[in-house]
């Protein structure tokens, strides 16, 4: 079986995240597109060899000759096309973040249930070795029970149009990257928080450029995480957990294919660690690819989504900010 993509715009992330994984998988194949600029579209078909170029994406959603929809959409709009393609008998691999707010996510995850088809969250770092081996140790109790974590994602973002500044569009820093840190604290500890508190930075009204959380787990771990896209911001991404007998630092669990490391320090030695240079996103795909051919389980399926808005939503009320979707005209 070969499954037959279609894809929703021509965003950025488009070619790492889905053209360049199906290159080299032949389970799978990009056939169509369509964007809002059609001139758009046929350059970046023309570009990607993609032989198909739709003036609508409701087009690519009901094409007949597809079976899955890709949609890297601004966030606002990932529910509406998410149901949309759903209803048209199309598996979804939807961008992060999955929606504006947890009330979406329900509703999406929903019609995925309904239809039973398959719909995943695109937090592609988690079907990586990296961060599988650092949930093995953690899980293995090589660091002895687990007492905080601190997780961090900052890049600087300097162009004040930038649609993660807008907050009509799903914009803020949480939403477009801070939600990685919330997401590697929830997999690590395989807990959701019972209690968030959290402050953050506005530039545009409403949109943070900068968010610190502090999660506080069932088990009794505290994580600290933040985003921040301030323009001055030094750029990390980064996690450490800590321990009672030692700690585990994996510098780039994000996208481990362009450097990473895995430092085990226990007991007074240290370890170093890599694995291998594969693309997240092919991993993310072979995942996908299996859930939609085999019924096999995904680790970032719908209810991890609906659970990571709800993270999200919490972390913003306690920051005083409004959840993203509120209509605050």
């Known amino acids: 079986m070969t499954v037959r993509f279609g894809t929703l715009g021509a965003a950025n992330i488009t070619p790492r995240a889905l053209l360049e994984p199906c290159r080299d998988e032949p389970r799978a194949v990009v056939r169509c597109v369509a ?11 023309r570009w990607h060899r993609i032989p198909v170029v739709h003036d609508t994406y409701r087009r690519v959603v009901e094409d007949p000759d597809i079976d ?4 890297p959409l601004p966030i606002a709009w990932h529910r509406e096309w998410t149901l949309a393609a759903l209803a048209a008998g199309k598996h979804v691999l939807c961008e992060k973040s999955f929606a504006c707010n947890a009330g979406e996510a329900e509703g999406m995850a929903r019609a995925a249930a309904d239809t039973g088809l398959v719909l995943m969250d695109a937090f592609h770092y988690r079907y990586h070795p990296v961060f599988r ?4 140790i953690v899980d293995d109790g090589l660091l002895g029970p687990v007492r905080s974590i601190e997780a961090a994602f900052h890049v600087p973002v300097t162009d004040p149009g930038n649609i993660r500044s807008q907050y009509a569009t799903g914009g803020g820093v949480t939403m477009d990257i801070g939600c990685y840190p919330i997401s590697w604290a929830r997999h690590i500890t395989g807990e959701e928080p019972v209690r968030v508190e959290a402050t953050a930075e506005t530039g545009p009204p409403n949109v943070d450029t900068r968010l ?3 999660l506080h787990f069932p088990s009794g771990i505290v994580a ?7 323009a001055g911001v030094a750029r990390r991404m980064d996690l450490t957990v800590t321990g009672e007998r030692g700690t585990l630092h994996v510098e780039n669990p994000l996208a481990p294919q362009i450097g990473h490391s895995i430092h085990l320090h226990v007991d007074g030695e240290t370890h170093v660690e890599t694995r291998d240079r594969r693309s997240s996103y092919a991993y993310q795909l072979d995942a996908f690819l299996d ?3 085999e019924g096999a389980a995904l680790l970032t399926g719908p ?3 609906v659970n990571q808005m709800r993270t999200i939503d919490r972390c913003y009320e306690a920051a005083g900010l409004p959840i993203r979707g509120l209509d605050l005209s």
Request: charged share 45%.
């Open 68 to 71: 899955a929809v890709y949609n």
């Open 212 to 214: 610190e959380a502090r």
């Open 35 to 45: 964007a809002r600029d059609s001139e758009r579209a046929e350059g970046f078909a």
């Open 224 to 230: 600290n995480v933040s985003g921040d896209m301030r």
């Open 303 to 305: 209810e991890d989504a």
């Open 133 to 136: 081996r650092a949930k093995e």
């Open 291 to 293: 859930a939609v051919e």
